[in-house]
C-alpha cells in the first residue's frame, strides 16, 4: 500500500507542470492533495476523472482558495467531507475516508502568517482536531493523518530555526501541538525512519531562489497511530517532483 501527500499550490497550475507524469509514475495507491485551489464544476474531465482513481474533492467557499482532494484505487467503505464544524469545514481543509485497514485524514491546515486571527484561527483548527482525534481513538485504533500543517517540529526541520523563531511555522505553540498529538499516540513516520537526516524539507519560499539553495521547511507529514508501526515500510520526502512550492511526501504499509 503506497500513499502520496502533495500540497500542489493550484490543481489546474500543476496539472500543467507534469502533474499526469508523476501520477503515473508514482503509481500510488492512494494520492492526496491540498490547496487545490478550485471546486470539481471548475475541473475537467482530466482532473476528476484520472484512471484507474476514484476522487473525492472538499472545496472552500471562497472561490480559489484552500481545498483538499483525495483520489483512491481502493473504494472506500465511506468518506466524510469536514469535521462537522462550519467555521472549519467552510474552508474545505479536510476529508476523512475509512477502508478496511485505516481511517485516513486528508488535511490542508491553516497558515498563521497572514495576520494575528488566522494564526488564533490556526490554533482553533488544531485544538479541535487532536480533540476529534482523541476521541475517535476511543473506537477506531488505525489512523492515518496526512497534508500540510504548516509548522516546522523541530530544528532539525527548517533550514534557519534560529531566524525563524518568532515566525508562524515555528512558534512555540504550534510546536508544542505536534508535541501534543505524537504524546495522543501518533508517529511521525518520517523520523522514525530517518531520525537523524538533515536537510531534508517538503516546502520552499518562492523568493530569493530558495529551493535551488535548499533553504526549505519540512511542513508536510504523515502522522501514524501507534498501533500501526508494524506496518509501516518506509516513508519519504520526494523534492525531485517540482510543479509546486511543495513537493510530495510518500508512505509505504503493508497489510
Known amino acids: 500500500m503506497k500513499i502520496y501527500s502533495w500540497n500542489v499550490n493550484g490543481i489546474r497550475a500543476v496539472a500543467k507542470k507534469g502533474f499526469h507524469d508523476f501520477v503515473k509514475q508514482a503509481e500510488a495507491d492512494i494520492l492526496c492533495l491540498q490547496e487545490t485551489k478550485a471546486s470539481p464544476d471548475q475541473l475537467g474531465f482530466d482532473l476528476t476523472e ?3 482513481y476514484e476522487s473525492i474533492f472538499a472545496s472552500a467557499e471562497k472561490k480559489g482558495y484552500s481545498g483538499v482532494a483525495t483520489y483512491s484505487k481502493i473504494k472506500p467503505i465511506n468518506t466524510q467531507v469536514g469535521l462537522g464544524e462550519s467555521k472549519f469545514d467552510r474552508e474545505g481543509r ?8 485505516f481511517t ?3 488535511i490542508y491546515f491553516p497558515n498563521g502568517k497572514a495576520s494575528p486571527e488566522r ?8 485544538a479541535f482536531l487532536l480533540e476529534y482525534l482523541q476521541k475517535l481513538l ?4 488505525n489512523l492515518i493523518i496526512c497534508g500540510d500543517v504548516n509548522t516546522a517540529h523541530q530544528p532539525i526541520d527548517l533550514a534557519r530555526p534560529k531566524e525563524n523563531e518568532q515566525i508562524s511555522g515555528f512558534l512555540q505553540e504550534e510546536r508544542a501541538w505536534i508535541d501534543a498529538l505524537l504524546k495522543t499516540g501518533f508517529i511521525d513516520s518520517f523520523r522514525h525512519f530517518h531520525p537523524d537526516v538533515k536537510d531534508q524539507y517538503t516546502w520552499w519560499s518562492q523568493r530569493s531562489g530558495a529551493r535551488a539553495r535548499n533553504v526549505g521547511w519540512r511542513i508536510d507529514y504523515f502522522f501514524v497511530s501507534q498501533n500501526l508501526l508494524s506496518k509501516l515500510k518506509a516513508a519519504d520526502v520526494h523534492p525531485e517532483v517540482l510543479g509546486s512550492d511543495h513537493c510530495p511526501i510518500s508512505l509505504e504499509l503493508h497489510f
Not at 479536510?94 to 485497514?101: A, D, K, L, N
Not at 494564526?119 to 488544531?126: D, G, H, R, V
Not at 476511543?138 to 485504533?141: A, G, H
Open 50 to 52: 484520472i484512471e484507474p
Open 94 to 101: 479536510t476529508i476523512i475516508s475509512r477502508y478496511e485497514h
Open 104 to 106: 485516513l485524514f486528508n
Open 119 to 126: 494564526l488564533a484561527y490556526k490554533m482553533e483548527y488544531y
Open 138 to 141: 476511543k473506537t477506531e485504533q
